[in-house]
């Protein structure tokens, strides 16, 4: 590894891209930690050359142009003939994307603080007349106090320059999965762009994936002009109700009706944010998931499906003699026994009891047409009970749908098969036959239950 960058003392590398690398190093006249991002232009594509130059000189002017606290600062930039370094501000953290992952999701409170002060960066960046165009969860990174700094802003569009100029020397910009609908469709762009994009990562922070999924590019740029996005608090039934409305605008397909800037989206969320417990609820789900991982209801589910029903269930704590389902109602909510014990009963008539890791609301869950209960469900005790959100369910990835549905019905073979026994006590001797002989054509009885 070389050791400088013109005066800059490399330290370590932090990363590398497409067309970069990015080096830690140390400033000897400010004596300060210092980001430097390096681009070497290719020798033989003068055309990625040309623009490389033209991404690195963007990059360049918009950055000293912008001046906020959420946004990463550029110091210095120097062009030579083969190579070009921007020298930036160093922020001592990662980027969001390491907390996009169902099982790493941030606690809500941070996720709302994070977005709150991005959208007032972005409104900044849009009053000195700028679009950062790729906005994604790596381009984003958080220092030690929760602040995020906004960086990479080499696709970024000059909206103060003429824009059939400088909107075109690259086409197709940004990540996908965090395309606006008219970004896809190379419409021209202005700073609701942005706001779409955030919209899409505080979506992805808060539920641990993304409002558009698709197994193609094609039908992930359908899905993104034509459907909309589902409901976070049905994805997530723990949110704030108020979250939902601010996710929609956000992700409105009509310029018109989306957030006019990213202040608004900033006071749109300030409410919610109040209403965010100040507290790291990440042990509390580190003690939920322990719990759940010993219940043998979930012995065949793998973590990450595991942290995927934490995200999809509520957790109640219910007193003794409480009616968790009652019969002639119309839902299709189901839940497993975390500790206690329930009775099942119906026409006043009891069924069974149940404890811890089993199961109980599944037949109205399962049954594709009919959603009426046939049967109530009565805490014997105090007991803890997680409630799963069968909306949320059926939104959920396909690995934990399936995996649910091979549970639930292993489950409800097994009760029929204790029921027959049941019934079997209380009926008339059966008949007794005899069995056919193997004969060819002949096919042996089957066991039928």
């Not at 960058?5 to 210092?34: C, F, H, M, N």
């Not at 507290?279 to 595991?306: K, M, N, V």
Request: proline share 5%; charged share 25%.
């Amino acid at each position: 590894m070389m050791e400088k960058i013109g005066k800059y003392e490399i330290i370590r590398s932090l990363g590398r891209g497409a067309t970069a690398i990015v080096y830690l190093a140390w400033d000897p006249d400010l004596q300060r930690q210092v980001a430097i991002k390096l681009i070497h232009f290719g020798e033989n594509n003068a055309a990625m050359s040309r623009r490389l130059r033209k991404l690195f000189q963007t990059e360049d002017a918009i950055g000293r142009r912008l001046d906020h606290p959420n946004i990463v600062r550029i110091y210095d930039a120097v062009v030579e003939a083969e190579q070009a370094y921007l020298v930036m501000e160093f922020v001592d953290g990662p980027a969001l994307d390491k907390f996009c992952a169902i099982n790493r999701l941030l606690p809500m409170h941070r996720v709302i603080g994070i977005i709150f002060k991005c959208c007032l960066a972005l409104d900044h960046a849009f009053r000195r007349g700028v679009v950062h165009r790729d906005i994604k969860p790596a381009n984003i990174l958080i220092d030690a106090n929760d602040n995020p700094k906004i960086t990479d802003f080499g696709l970024g569009l000059n909206l103060q320059k003429d824009m059939g100029k400088d909107s075109t020397f690259v086409m197709g910009v940004g990540s996908p999965a965090y395309m606006s609908p008219e970004q896809v469709k190379n419409y021209p762009l202005n700073h609701k762009t942005d706001l779409y994009s955030l919209g899409v990562l505080l979506f992805q922070l808060l539920t641990g994936r993304l409002p558009f999924r698709a197994n193609n590019a094609a039908a992930l740029v359908y899905k993104i002009v034509n459907m909309d996005a589902p409901s976070v608090c049905a994805l997530r039934p723990s949110l704030p109700p108020g979250l939902d409305p601010i996710i929609r605008k956000a992700l409105e397909k009509d310029l018109y009706s989306r957030y006019r800037n990213g202040a608004e989206f900033a006071k749109d969320l300030t409410p919610v944010r109040y209403q965010m417990q100040e507290e790291d609820q990440t042990q509390q789900d580190l003690t939920h998931f322990e719990r759940l991982r010993h219940l043998t209801f979930f012995a065949e589910f793998e973590d990450i499906e595991l942290w995927e029903v934490l995200r999809i269930s509520v957790w109640r704590e219910l007193s003794e003699k409480v009616t968790v389902v009652r019969e002639g109602d119309n839902h299709r909510k189901f839940g497993v026994i975390v500790d206690g014990f329930v009775e099942i009963s119906s026409n006043g008539r009891v069924i069974c009891r149940l404890g811890p890791s089993e199961v109980v609301g599944e037949m109205a869950f399962l049954h594709p047409t009919d959603s009426q209960r046939h049967a109530t469900v009565v805490t014997l005790e105090p007991t803890l009970f997680l409630e799963i959100n069968s909306a949320a369910l059926e939104l959920s990835s396909d690995e934990v749908r399936e995996r649910f549905n091979k549970v639930l019905l292993v489950k409800v073979l097994g009760r029929l098969r204790e029921a027959n026994k049941v019934l079997a006590k209380l009926g008339q001797t059966a008949v007794q036959g005899s069995f056919a002989s193997s004969s060819p054509g002949l096919t042996p009885p089957l066991e039928l239950l």
